[in-house]
């Protein structure tokens, strides 16, 4: 955008840059974490006459290490309507919304005033008024502009000036500036997440299929092949029987097993009890207990890591370990309260 004024109708304007307010963006919300310390300061002032019938206001919002101007409006209203006074200590966005309240735009007059702004608030003055925007600078910025304006429409001003550091996130969010482009490490992330995503969306359509495939009605937990291009077996050679080694992978019933498999340094190799082929998928099922099955999907020819004589299997009867202390449990706490009974019934 050119570093000067640009006169329009301030209610397109301030139409942008005022957001819903219940507007949230979580991403807009995370990089407004790297910009804590405004980067931005918004000069507002109005000046309004002390006799005549010309008044008007402007705000200008500027990056305070460039100096560049990044969003301004001029309004000048002719004639003035009188007892409308717009409060600079407002913010921006309200400061903006109000300035029509003035009076009627006089394009005319506002490119005069244009010409003496764009004099007055050079580079090296926002720049300085970024680093120390003190009341009293600003009184002194007040008066030259004042006394400008006062020397080009021969009328006689009073005038309020006011400053307000703004946040990078309000300016993206009104669509003033363009969000910073994400780093390396946000796009890196950001893949990863996605990548697990589609991961999980995937794992999820397979589950589905898988369960329209198969007739078992107990718990199915979804598996991933464990390969060998060396000495494993194609899997287009798998026959029911088979004992091939996978990954668990998933929440629930799949982490309890992968943890109870890890802490008892158990190799997780399970018997083919079935496969299903639908032409464009082949479902692979492992039986890991009577309860639970493993299904591995398989989308092309792989070779399979197979049972080898130095990998020691998994028997269906340590993952069925806690439905016997489950079962114990019962027993013992039936025979307490027996016994209790008994001793109730005997001494009474």
């Known amino acids: 955008m050119p570093d000067e004024f640009i006169i329009t109708d301030v ?6 840059a005022l957001p819903p307010s219940n507007l949230t963006d979580p991403e807009a919300e995370a990089n407004s974490n790297k910009h804590s310390t405004p980067e931005f300061l918004a000069l507002k002032s109005t000046f ?4 005549g019938d010309m008044g008007g206001g402007f705000c200008v919002i500027i990056e305070g290490k460039s100096g560049k101007t990044v969003f301004q409006v001029l309004w000048v209203a002719k004639p003035y309507a009188t007892g409308v006074m717009i409060e ?7 400061f903006i919304k109000r300035l029509p309240q003035m009076g009627p ?3 005319d007059w506002g490119e005069k005033f244009q010409e003496q702004l764009k004099d007055i608030l050079n580079v090296q003055e926002k720049r300085r008024l970024y680093e120390n925007y003190t009341k009293m600078k600003l009184r002194q910025l007040e008066s030259i502009i004042r006394r400008s304006f006062e020397s080009t ?3 006689v001003f009073s005038s309020v000036t006011d400053a ?13 500036i363009k969000p910073l482009p994400p780093s390396a490490e946000e ?13 999980s969306e995937q794992e999820e359509q397979d589950r589905e299929e898988a369960k329209k495939e198969g007739v078992f009605e107990g718990t199915l937990i979804m598996c991933t092949p464990v ?11 798998l026959v029911p029987g088979d004992i091939i080694e996978v990954g668990i992978e998933g929440e629930g019933t799949s982490a309890l097993i992968k943890k109870y498999l890890e802490e008892n340094n158990i190799t997780p190799v399970f018997p083919i009890e079935e496969i299903k082929d639908t032409g464009g998928k082949k479902f692979l099922y492992v039986r890991i207990s009577e309860e639970v099955r493993g299904v591995v999907t398989i989308t092309k020819d792989i070779k399979i890591k197979t049972k080898n004589s130095d990998v020691k299997e998994t028997s269906p009867a340590h993952l069925s370990i806690f439905g016997d202390i489950f079962f114990f449990g019962v027993l013992g706490m039936s025979l307490i309260i027996l016994l209790l009974v008994l001793r109730y019934f005997f001494i009474n």
């Open 187 to 199: 796009v890196a992330r950001k893949k990863r997440e996605q990548e697990a995503k589609e991961r």
């Open 164 to 176: 307000e550091p703004v946040e990078r996130i309000e300016l993206e969010r009104a669509k003033v």
């Open 48 to 51: 309004v006459p002390s006799r």
């Open 105 to 107: 735009l006089d394009k």
């Open 227 to 237: 390969l060998d291009p060396v000495r494993g077996k194609a899997s287009s050679s």
């Open 88 to 94: 600079p200590s407002k913010d921006w966005r309200t």
């Open 153 to 155: 429409s021969q009328c």
């Open 11 to 16: 209610q397109d304007i301030a139409a942008e």
